[in-house]
């Protein structure tokens, strides 16, 4: 039975399993690792919480990616939305400095995780400027569906993929330069539907 993620005991337990599996990374123990086991132990709750709540590890890092980025975000961003471009710049700059950050949480082991970790930021991008673009949709003449999504869709992956790859030598620019450039191409994208 699926469990009701509104109901405050939900959140309270994740959010736990979250803070343990931080916990056991800080250890320096790698992603790879750490089981089920191991994160439900240190939460203090059986196997059987964890998998009423998570399907299987894979979901769990992926909740974990997704919980992990939004809270970065909303500490820039208090309202966890986009209101103008100056918050797609904050977004885009966000985005930057989490890519550089992740870097010292992987080890090589953890490799197999990216691909994972990868999708999960890039769908809370795209659900950002999905929002975004929707309310100001409501604001303009009117923009066919297909064609907001698309953009929120190029855009996140323009902004996660521009970070992903700059997070592999950020030493070449700077991640102030990069947000600067990334800005202007996602102005671009968006001229059609503004």
Request: glycine share 4%; charged share 25%.
């Amino acid at each position: 039975m699926p469990v009701n993620l509104d109901d405050p005991r939900v959140k309270r337990t994740r959010q736990l399993m979250l803070q343990s599996f931080m916990d056991l990374v800080e250890q320096k123990k790698n992603i790879y690792s750490i089981s089920v086991r191991d994160i439900a132990a240190h939460a203090t709750v059986n196997r059987a919480t964890f998998y009423a709540h998570f399907e299987d590890k894979y979901a769990f890092l992926t909740c974990w990616m997704s919980d992990k980025f939004r809270k970065v975000a909303e500490m820039r961003l208090p309202a966890y939305a986009l209101t103008g471009m100056d918050d797609l710049q904050t977004l885009i700059h966000v985005t930057f400095e989490f890519m550089a950050r992740l870097r010292q949480y992987t080890s090589p082991g953890d490799v197999q995780f990216e691909p994972m970790f990868e999708i999960a930021i890039q769908k809370e991008i795209e659900s950002l400027l999905l929002r975004w673009l929707c309310e100001r949709e409501g604001s303009q003449a009117p923009v066919a569906e297909g064609m907001i999504k698309t953009t929120a869709e190029v855009i996140s992956w323009g902004i996660f993929g521009s970070a992903m790859q700059w997070s592999r030598h950020p030493e070449q620019r700077t991640s102030e330069a990069m947000t600067r450039d990334v800005l202007a191409v996602a102005t671009a994208v968006l001229a059609p539907i503004s």
